[in-house]
């Protein structure tokens, strides 16, 4: 009675064990490129909805024709429209206009405008860097379809630019670093033409103008305090066809009893202009102080007080006089010129 019971258990301990030594199924051999070809799109690797698996090559392709787009939040998308509306409000604030230079090349503000160079096959473009930077390797453009190299000019840089080929467009970025110490970066559309091109362009620099601007405005209004602080007045504006020189200068007597020896208050020359008698005298004049005294006489011979001040060697009288004294001294030191009006 045992055998058989034995025999039982063996047989139950053989059927509760994992099959491990069964036979391996069927696995489809790697087909060739060949094989594959032929198979067709996706060779035999079937979905059971009847589409065929794509291959890694496919999946690569497919990317590449359409990015997958991620999911963008609604306030990001915002923010970013944002972004893109205040840049472009910048540039075209802060865009100036390209300007002439002085050896044919095209000038652009730098910072305040995207400069556009044109270029042209078989023929060779210059950027015109700030004189006395150092610019760093040029980048956004492919040396496979661009030539760019950087030269020096005595302290100018510059960058010598060929395409290839026609109907390119890049973005050329070329950081550097000014004579002061401080980051520059030349931002320049690059595009080119089959036969049409720009020779040279070059920037000119807002910033420096402004404080050069400054500089001369400050340097002006110095000077002009000095002058200001060294003279008196400005003589107005005269038409030299409204001068009338006819008058006669001469000594007229001085003190009570003798002659005046006037020489030390003679003026240089009179004129008359506009309802004004200009008096000139000599250029140190007044650093002698032999500035005399003046009266004027009326028709009844009598002296009297006019209406004139002493401005830059000039006596400027308001008014016409047919007579003037000039009075210098005392007694018999005293001094008088006289001046008369001549009629024609």
């Known amino acids: 009675m045992k055998k058989p019971f034995q025999k039982l258990i063996a047989l139950a301990v053989l059927v509760a064990l994992p099959a491990v030594a069964t036979a391996a199924p069927d696995v489809p051999p790697i087909k060739t490129a060949k094989e594959a070809n032929h198979l067709g799109a996706y060779g035999d690797n079937a979905l059971p909805n009847g589409q065929n698996q794509p291959t890694s090559a496919q999946i690569w392709q497919q990317t590449i024709k359409a990015p997958p787009s991620g999911r963008m939040q609604n306030r990001t998308a915002q923010g970013m429209q944002k972004a893109l509306v205040s840049a472009y409000q910048a540039g075209r604030l802060q ?32 950027i015109m860097l700030q004189p006395g930077s150092h610019p760093a390797m040029a980048s956004g453009a492919s040396p496979a379809v661009w030539k760019i190299s950087t030269v020096m000019a005595g302290d100018q840089p510059e960058v010598l630019v060929t395409p290839y080929h026609e109907g390119l467009h890049t973005d050329l970025v070329i950081p550097a670093t000014s004579a002061s110490g401080k980051p520059m970066n030349y931002v320049i559309d690059l595009t080119s033409d089959a036969r049409q091109y720009t ?26 305090a000095k002058a200001q602080a060294e003279t008196v007045a400005t003589l107005p504006s005269l038409n030299v066809s409204d001068m009338d020189f006819n008058y006669r200068i001469h000594c007229a007597g001085g003190g009570w009893f003798s002659n005046s020896n006037c020489g030390s208050i003679m003026p240089e020359r009179v004129f008359s202009a506009n309802g004004h008698t200009y008096i000139q005298f000599g250029p140190k004049q ?24 002493y401005r830059d060697g000039y006596y400027i009288v308001a008014s016409e006089p047919a007579k003037i004294l000039l009075l210098a001294g005392k007694g018999s030191d005293g001094k008088v010129v006289k001046i008369t009006r001549e009629h024609d």
């Open 286 to 309: 007044a650093e002698h102080g032999h500035i005399p005294s003046i009266l004027g006489e009326n028709i009844a011979g009598e002296n009297a007080i006019i209406n004139a001040q």
């Open 95 to 126: 865009s100036l206009p390209p300007i002439a230079g002085t050896n044919g090349e095209i000038l652009y503000a730098f910072g305040h405008s995207l400069p556009t160079l044109v270029t042209a096959p078989m023929h060779t473009s210059i």
């Open 199 to 224: 020779p040279i362009l070059g920037f000119y620099y807002p910033g420096q103008m402004e404080v050069r601007w400054k500089d001369a405005a400050n340097a002006a209004a110095v000077a002009k």
